[in-house]
């Protein structure tokens, strides 16, 4: 099937063009915000309701900076070691998921260390919300018609615009899917369990390594990049650790005890 005929742009106002990626961050950004205070409530984390808008700032702050960074390093550091003021230019495009992860991590255990929280069950709680950005992102991402899968003869195959003649297939709803709505069940529904302190947190990383890893089979490869070591992506080799990471904690948090 052909891509189907979508407008980037919503709406414009004056030079002020307000575009379907862009809403689909404000959208995350707006629901993870509800949802945190909601699951704040439910797991009894001792934060004051006026300090959720702090935390989910500091988050923000970890995905933009860390992404950026993240991309740069895992994805083209040759290039922009030749073009270092390049590296800001952050509305050219490019940023990384792992990197954004890290510079989440990194954010929320600083804001832990300040106001006194426990690092597991904060954790447990925003990682709970990740998957909503995560799977919007993703619809984003098959709006802009980038970021398309390999070659297929499957049926739901789409020609996208700028990826030659051959139908691929829609990864990006395949992550939305998968990294986005599955995910997000399995961790709300361990909070609502009301599973032991970290269990969420490392079943993130765990869930996402594995849905990554398989989605990265049919997702075309970066073009600078290709295949590396194996025949494995970039995307594949970085969620490798994710999954042992994911391994190693809930053994630890479930059987360590």
């Not at 929320?108 to 690092?119: A, P």
């Amino acid at each position: 099937m052909y891509f189907p005929q979508i407008d980037p742009i919503i709406f414009t106002i004056g030079p002020l063009a307000i575009r379907w990626y862009g809403m689909m961050y404000l959208l995350g950004f707006g629901a993870a915000y509800l949802l945190i205070r909601h699951l704040i409530h439910l797991r009894a984390l001792p934060l004051a309701k006026d300090k959720v808008a702090d935390l989910l700032f500091y988050a923000i702050l970890g995905v933009i900076v860390g992404g950026r960074f993240g991309y740069v390093c895992f994805y083209n550091l040759p290039w922009y070691l030749d073009h270092p003021l390049e590296i800001m230019s952050i509305w050219r495009g490019g940023m990384s998921f792992h990197g954004g992860l890290l510079g989440v991590v990194v954010a929320v255990l600083l804001f832990c260390r300040r106001n006194n929280l426990s690092i597991l069950l904060t954790g447990d709680i925003m990682v709970a919300a990740t998957p909503i950005g995560l799977g919007l992102g993703r619809v984003g991402n098959f709006i802009n018609a980038e970021l398309w899968g390999r070659v297929t003869d499957q049926p739901w195959g789409v020609i996208f615009p700028g990826a030659g003649p051959f139908p691929r297939h829609p990864s990006q709803l395949y992550e939305a899917l998968l990294e986005g709505l599955v995910l997000f069940v399995i961790l709300y529904g361990l909070h609502r369990l009301k599973v032991s302190e970290g269990v969420p947190f490392f079943s993130f990383f765990l869930g996402y390594g594995i849905f990554r890893f398989c989605v990265e089979f049919f997702r075309q490869p970066d073009a600078h990049l290709g295949s590396l070591w194996g025949g494995a992506t970039m995307g594949q080799m970085l969620c490798i650790p994710m999954i042992l990471f994911g391994v190693i904690g809930l053994v630890r948090v479930v059987w360590g005890k």
